[in-house]
């Protein structure tokens, strides 16, 4: 089946830095999606990306759908102490929708 | 709106003891979604109902069962609840299924089984 290749695992960084993850496959993705998860909460939409090349924006995030299909990246700007969380990527392909495992997001003031 | 509501939000079962996780939706979607979530796997679908009066497997199905009881709710049965199903299970929503139809989800239940 698809799956999703969700990096890095964790990451820890001072209040002010920027912050890049990434997500690839080795299947195509029609749609892909970045996901922030609060602890104790549900998953909550960022950015949605629907072609290849498609670069968004959303305040201090800007995501990107690879030109292959099979990647995308997230960055956070300047990034403040609540950014803290879980950032998940996922992948749309027909009906089928795949997560990756999560990037674990530490912002030290 | 109170978006996905799910109930309850934590249990502790006994292994083989059955129980029922409920989820509803006030945003009039169509599709609605059963994920399981465990330390570095991200969420993996169980089950989905495209529309009201159909459901279909997802990867991770064996041990469940799921009911589209109306377009608002859709719910998770484990029969013989195992040691392997101790999770965190998320509902989700969407207008529909595909290309372009966000998923909004949950608060997610907390279930342990001994």
């Known amino acids: 089946g698809q799956q999703l290749n969700q990096s890095p695992q964790s990451m820890f960084i001072q209040e002010g830095e920027d912050v890049s993850m990434n997500c690839t496959s080795s299947?195509?993705?029609?749609?892909w999606l970045w996901y922030k998860q609060d602890p104790g909460e549900g998953p909550v939409l960022l950015i949605a990306?629907?072609?290849?090349?498609e670069l968004t924006s959303n305040g201090r995030l800007t995501a990107q759908f690879g030109i292959t299909r099979k990647d995308s990246f997230l960055n956070i700007s300047a990034s403040i102490p609540s950014d803290v969380g879980i950032y998940f990527c996922?992948?749309?392909?027909?009906?089928?929708?795949?997560f990756g495992a999560g990037t674990r997001l530490t912002v030290k003031p | 709106n109170a978006g996905v509501t799910q109930t309850p939000k934590f249990q502790v079962l006994k292994t083989g003891q059955s129980m029922t996780l409920q989820c509803a939706q006030d945003?009039?979607?169509?599709?609605m979604y059963w994920y399981r979530q465990d330390p570095g796997m991200g969420l993996r679908l169980i089950y989905y109902?495209?529309?009201?009066?159909?459901?279909d497997k997802g990867e991770v199905p064996n041990g469940y069962n799921v009911s589209r009881l109306n377009k608002r709710e859709f719910s998770l049965r484990l029969e013989s609840a195992a040691p392997s199903q101790t999770s965190v299970y998320f509902c989700?929503?969407?207008?529909?299924?595909?290309?372009?139809?966000?998923?909004?989800f949950g608060p997610g239940t907390r279930l342990t089984v001994t």
């Open positions: 109902s495209a529309s009201e009066g159909t459901t």
């Open positions: 945003m009039n979607h169509n599709s």
């Open positions: 996922a992948g749309t392909f027909n009906n089928d929708m795949r």
């Open positions: 990306l629907y072609k290849a090349g």
């Open positions: 989700a929503s969407s207008a529909a299924i595909g290309r372009g139809y966000e998923q909004y």
């Open positions: 299947s195509i993705f029609n749609t």
